[in-house]
């Protein structure tokens, strides 16, 4: 996204995080090191891909977005939307593609191209990917790219097919429910009398052996 050896700062708040440039003077070396190919001008970018890579072992799953076009309350609005379940942090793409790879993850060089940001997923990644979707359903300038869950890469069509799934908390309460509704009619049967248990299971028989027949 720029030119290498500027320098990238994050903001204080850990989450929200954007890049700054404030490199030097054309032609001017201002001594870094090395990593790979990608010369890492000073301490703070360093310590950007340093956050970076924590942020991606720390995730159990991340979406790779371009946001061209959106505007300051666009992005604070979409931060809200992923509150509690992701961070949206818009990332320089050097750095990315470094941090991915110490952390072992696998991003597309091809995907890390235009303005950048990434939704660190730590919480459901299903309700995740909603927000996401919807929110690129009303504002078209944000383009989902790419992403990875639990170290599988996904395309984009698999986040949005990950967005149809029922979110963990609904399944959980569907399986409640079940299991509730077994246990109240366990209860019941324990708890009346034997002429009316007896009855309850004949009937249940009944209907079992009618439907097999039917079948």
Known sequence: MTA?????????ARG???LRRDGPPPGVDDGGTTIGRIAMARP?????????TDLFRESNAA?????????VAQLKQLRRSLSGNATYAVV??????????????QLDDADLAGPSAIAFVTGDPVEAAKGLRDFAKANPQLVIKAGVLD??????????????LESREVLLAKAAGAFKASLFGAA?????PASKAVRTIDALREKQASQESAA
């Not at 290498?4 to 204080?12: M, Q």
């Not at 703070?44 to 970076?52: I, N, Q």
């Not at 320089?92 to 993850?105: D, Q, S």
């Open 4 to 12: 290498s050896g500027s320098t990238t700062s994050l903001a204080p």
């Open 16 to 18: 929200s995080f954007s």
């Open 44 to 52: 703070d970018k360093a310590a950007a891909v340093a956050e970076l």
């Open 63 to 71: 979406v790779l977005t371009e946001y061209r076009g959106l505007t």
């Open 92 to 105: 320089k793409n050097t750095l990315t593609a470094i941090a991915a790879k110490e952390a072992g993850v």
């Open 151 to 164: 170290g599988r890469p996904l395309t984009a069509e698999e986040i949005n097919k990950l967005a149809d």
């Open 188 to 192: 019941y049967l324990f708890t009346a």
